[in-house]
Nanobody, 124 residues
Framework: QVQLVESGGGLVQAGGSLSLSCAAS????????MGWFRQAPGKEREFVAC????????YYSNSVKGRFTISRDNAKNTVYLQMNSLKPEDTAVYYC?????????????????WGQGTQVTVSS
């Protein structure tokens, strides 16, 4: 069992930055591929980024590539999402998720554990 708690969301103007954190407790954090997803009002939850166990491989959706950076600190059991050049269309609830595998995945169904989400609002 893994418990995930996100933090760092808030309100920011377009062009600004926010940094999200996701703290994990429970089973060994370093054994999980970690992902970030988001869900905007009225839309389905979508993949944002993921990072494999060692942190050496990262993957991004086309909509955030070049603006967002995912990273992890296995010693602190934490995964991060640095979001720069934010746009109003980035407004959503952001969720972190854990997958018990070293394989990356863009699919929600492949992630077993989820946090409660943190709201990110980007004003124009």
């Amino acid at each position: 069992q893994v418990q995930l708690v996100e933090s760092g969301g808030g309100l920011v103007q377009a062009g600004g930055s926010l940094s999200l954190s996701c703290a994990a407790s429970g089973r060994t954090f370093s054994s999980y591929t970690m992902g970030w997803f988001r869900q905007a009002p009225g839309k389905e939850r979508e993949f944002v980024a993921c990072i494999r166990r060692s942190g050496g491989n990262t993957y991004y959706s086309n909509s955030v590539k070049g603006r967002f950076t995912i990273s992890r600190d296995n010693a602190k059991n934490t995964v991060y999402l640095q979001m720069n050049s934010l746009k109003p269309e980035d407004t959503a609830v952001y969720y972190c998720a854990a997958r018990d595998s070293n394989w990356a995945s863009f699919e929600l169904k492949d992630y077993t554990y989820w946090g409660q989400g943190t709201q990110v609002t980007v004003s124009s």
